[in-house]
């Protein structure tokens, strides 16, 4: 009888200091900021080559809008004009000029 009290007081110890150490890691892991993933890795290296894109407008035309379009960079010039960048590369993908019907 003895045997089993000692078994059943030494179980109970270690399911409480199991309990606790699983309390203790998932509380420092809340707290540890989060490792980056492979895309956050991706724009932290930089590049190999700066470089800079130049886009042809007459004088005084102003962006109108940015949007990512996928991996390219749809950038709005004017009211009528967008151009498709590749910003990996810098370089003009495509235009698109909007007319009216």
């Known amino acids: 009888m003895r045997a089993l009290k000692a078994a059943t007081i030494i ?7 199991g309990t606790g150490a ?6 420092k892991r809340a707290g540890a900021p989060a490792a980056p993933g492979k895309a956050e890795q991706a ?5 190999a080559a700066p470089y800079a894109a130049r886009l042809a407008a007459p004088a005084g035309t102003r ?5 990512a379009a996928g991996s390219l960079l749809a950038v709005g010039v004017g009211e009528d004009h967008v151009v498709v960048l590749d910003p990996a590369t810098g370089r003009t993908v495509g235009t698109v000029t909007l007319e009216p019907r």
């Open 11 to 17: 179980m109970g110890v270690l399911i409480v200091l």
């Open 22 to 27: 699983l309390v203790a890691v998932i509380v």
């Open 43 to 47: 724009a932290l290296v930089p590049s």
């Open 63 to 67: 962006i109108t809008g940015l949007a």
